[in-house]
């Protein structure tokens, strides 16, 4: 049996200092580092760090780095450039996309070190029954042992995704044409292009990396149950290393939920019921946290409540953000569930809608929340925090009080209005048989509670019960007259 490739997860919960423990892990080790974090801003931010203390050579190769050409001869030029230099501690800064879309080949025997979990799956359906013609000159399909699913790569290997996506036609496809070209490629349901639809699915784990670098080590609070985790187990050994939570003081945590009548989704949330449920939150939350901190949620939810809530609205993904440590309170009107894209990702891997849930929205959930002052280890006041449901409550509370981050309680927030309501639409009928069900008025002969209609019958019937006075002219007496 081959030996499994072995990865360091450097675990605790958000805030604990996993960051800056690998960065000065790095500075005390010394060696040649690749390490990828999840955005620019973060990175910039590590990277002045590093320079700080002048301990380590500090190469940025990212989009908006200096440098010639694509962020691919970036990476490259890099490597060679310290491998000529002969410079023997370096750390060469980059991205996630970064990391998933380009050839390490020559970071070969370098230390790899990875900043929270990228995103490792990614998937659509695609209608293509103008444009299957371009996907037949540009891509070839080979067969893999899962059903009819093959694999696409490029037929000529010079070819650049941009060059077609920049066409307003292709754009619908671009996200498609970048994973394919990436070298871990992407999959499709069919076996050749002569089909109207099709799903596709691209997937990244750390087993990609395999015989590239020297050493792997993910920082992540929750990345054992990440959906890259859930694809590499078969081919990675992984080792936990925990971070704890080592605080001074212990902050009182409260999560307040709007609902636990209904589930939300951006689907719901675009409807007009969905839009009610919104418009409840937002007088909620203006009538009863003027001092909002920071609030975030779906695309959706943020046209909706933009302008309506006091605090600064931040981007729904927030990992690795340090700027809002100074706020007590922060609302997430946010979900992520498994939606029907995500069929190609089951299909191909076996994942479950619960784990997806469980990677994608509780992750994001206890990201978010982790972004306020109970990320400072030295806050010991009181932390509001607003989601949408009591399952999101749920879920973050056993996970604060496994870290032990504070004092949890759970409260709902009976008061905006919504904390029972199914969200269905109400149709004509529906409407018209609540309106009559909530007039109740007193019967006039027994005196009970009675609908409208009930008491209309009865008068109805006790007006029948009366002596009928006669119609016409009155009938001539008999004579017996034949």
Not at 96 to 122: T, Y
Request: glycine content about 8%.
């Amino acid at each position: 049996m081959a030996q499994k490739m072995v990865v360091e997860i450097l675990a605790g919960p958000p805030g604990s200092g996993k960051s800056t423990k690998m960065r000065e892990e790095v500075e005390a080790a010394g060696g040649r580092y690749l390490i990828a974090y999840p955005t620019i801003p973060l990175l910039r931010e590590q990277a002045k760090m590093f320079r700080a203390t002048g301990k380590v050579l500090t190469i940025e190769a990212h989009s908006k780095s200096r440098g010639k050409g694509t962020v691919q001869r970036r990476l490259t030029d890099a490597a060679k450039a310290v491998e000529e230099g002969g410079s023997p501690d370096v750390v060469v800064l980059t991205t996630h996309e970064s990391l998933m879309g380009c050839d390490l080949s020559a970071f070969k025997g370098w230390h790899f070190r990875i900043d929270e979990a990228p995103n490792a799956a990614q998937g659509a359906t695609l209608s293509i029954p103008v444009s299957r013609d371009l996907f037949k000159a540009k891509y070839r399909l080979s067969p893999i042992n899962k059903g009819n699913w093959h694999e696409v790569s490029l037929i000529n290997e010079a070819d650049r995704w941009t060059d077609v996506a920049d066409d307003d036609l292709a754009k619908p496809v671009a996200e498609f044409m970048k994973q394919a070209a990436r070298p871990t490629g992407a999959f499709v349901d069919v076996s050749n292009w002569d089909v109207r639809s099709l799903n596709w699915c691209a997937l990244w784990s750390p087993h990609f990396l395999e015989g590239i670098p020297a050493s792997l080590t993910i920082a992540g609070a929750s990345y054992a149950h990440s959906i890259g985790a859930f694809i590499a187990k078969d081919h990675v050994s992984f080792n936990t290393r925990t971070i704890p939570m080592a605080r001074s003081t212990t902050p009182t945590i409260r999560i307040h939920y709007f609902t636990q009548g209904h589930r939300g989704s951006s689907k719901l949330w675009s409807k007009s019921e969905g839009r009610k449920m919104i418009v409840k939150v937002c007088d909620y939350l203006s009538a009863n946290v003027p001092d909002l901190g920071y609030w975030s949620g779906n695309n959706v939810v943020k046209v909706l409540m933009e302008h309506r809530l006091p605090g600064d609205m931040i981007d729904a993904k927030a990992q690795g953000r340090n700027e809002y440590r100074d706020r007590t309170s922060c609302a997430f009107i946010f979900s992520s569930k498994p939606t029907p894209n995500d069929e190609s990702l089951k299909t191909l891997t076996g994942i479950t809608d619960a784990q997806i849930e469980r990677a994608r929205e509780e992750e994001d959930v206890l990201q978010f929340v982790m972004r306020g002052a109970i990320r400072d280890r030295d806050f010991g006041g009181d932390y509001n925090i607003y989601l949408y449901t009591k399952k999101q409550a749920d879920d973050l509370a056993a996970k604060l009080n496994a870290s032990k981050v504070g004092v949890v309680t759970v409260i709902p927030a009976t008061a905006a209005g919504i904390l029972n309501d199914d969200a269905k639409p109400q149709t004509a009928a529906s409407a018209s048989s609540n309106k009559a069900a909530s007039q109740v008025i007193k019967s006039s002969r027994t005196g009970k509670n009675i609908k409208p209609s009930s008491e209309a019958r009865n008068k109805r019937r006790a007006k029948s019960d009366k002596p009928k006075k006669p119609v016409g002219r009155p009938r001539k007496a008999a004579t017996g007259e034949a």
